[in-house]
């Protein structure tokens, strides 16, 4: 088994037929096959189930491709330490929920960029259990997510502590228990959301089902909405503070455990660290 027959296993696992993977590699189809035929045999296991349609992979198939992304991953790792001199450069993917890229980020990554200007710096948003998933499977090298998180696999440093809260639009009287809220429509983010999640669990923990939620793509979305008097919604305070200064929303306060989240910046705990990635965490410290 050679890095090169894992590469077309790869390919053809990802695109379901070997007149694909042909086509992507740019080799002869009966050249894909042997090298299949050969992976095959060498491990002595079957990997594709083949069919009208193209090829499926086996159960073995599937346990290959998570160990062959695994092995391109730790290669493309060993790549980058030995390049690396220690000067922050090239890229750096980050990942974030969308009310912190919004309110926490802009002046960090400015101030990064401006330290750092030879680092190719990219931001992208998304649910926690998303960006949780992103960092395991080495698509991004760090994110802020809703904490703590317990993994293995990941380390985890927390930098912010957000107050929750409920929001309304102007008008809506005070909210002095939770109960207040149940015949209200509820508006949230898509699954993952850990705000979603914590919102759940309060109406679980109160015994309380609520009458109509609404999912939402954007959290400028729900606050649009909110503020129309569509419904009610949960997010953090500092998300909303500049409406509620405004006049356009109305915040209410949650009771304890449930009004406070740590935001934390997670990465692998076994990934090679990139003298950007070092950089990027301890301006976090600072």
């Keep these: 088994m050679d890095l090169h027959s894992l590469k077309i296993f790869q390919t053809v696992a990802k695109l379901g037929s070997i007149s694909h993977a042909a086509r992507e590699l740019q080799y002869a189809q009966s050249?894909?096959?042997?090298?299949?035929?050969?992976?095959?045999?060498?491990?002595?296991?079957?990997?594709?189930?083949?069919?009208?349609?193209?090829?499926?992979l086996t159960?073995?198939?599937?346990?290959?491709?998570?160990?062959?992304?695994?092995?391109f991953d730790l290669v493309e790792e060993t790549k980058n330490a030995m390049t690396d001199d220690q000067t922050p450069r090239g890229p750096l993917v980050?990942?974030?929920m969308e009310t912190t890229a919004a309110v926490r980020l802009p002046v960090l990554f400015s101030k990064y960029h401006k330290d750092f200007p030879e680092v190719d710096l990219t931001l992208k948003t998304g649910p926690t259990k998303q960006n949780i998933q992103a960092v395991l499977q080495y698509e991004i090298d760090g994110a802020f997510v809703a904490g703590p998180i317990n993994h293995p696999?990941?380390?985890?440093?927390?930098?912010?502590?957000?107050?929750?809260?409920?929001?309304?639009?102007?008008v809506h009287p005070p909210i002095s228990s939770i109960k207040d809220i149940?015949?209200?429509?509820?508006?949230?983010?898509?699954?993952?959301?850990?705000?979603?999640?914590?919102?759940?669990?309060?109406?679980y923990q109160e015994k309380i089902i609520p009458n109509?939620?609404?999912e939402f793509g954007t959290i400028d979305g729900i606050i649009g909405c909110v503020s129309a008097g569509l419904g009610i919604s949960l997010l953090p305070n500092s998300a909303i503070a500049k409406q509620v200064q405004a006049g356009t929303l109305r915040q209410h306060s949650l009771p304890i455990p449930y009004g406070k989240v740590k935001t934390m910046f997670i990465?692998?705990?076994?990934?090679?660290?990139s003298a950007s990635l070092i950089k990027f965490i301890d301006m976090l410290s600072d």
């Design 153 to 170: 696999d990941l380390i985890q440093k927390e930098v912010f502590e957000e107050e929750l809260v409920l929001i309304t639009d102007t």
């Design 182 to 203: 149940q015949t209200k429509a509820i508006l949230v983010s898509h699954m993952g959301c850990a705000y979603r999640e914590m919102l759940e669990h309060l109406f």
């Design 212 to 214: 109509k939620i609404m």
């Design 31 to 56: 050249n894909i096959t042997m090298k299949i035929q050969q992976l095959e045999s060498d491990l002595q296991t079957t990997l594709f189930y083949r069919h009208n349609r193209g090829t499926a």
């Design 267 to 273: 990465y692998r705990k076994e990934k090679y660290l």
């Design 94 to 96: 980050i990942g974030s």
């Design 59 to 71: 159960a073995k198939g599937i346990m290959l491709l998570t160990y062959s992304e695994k092995i």
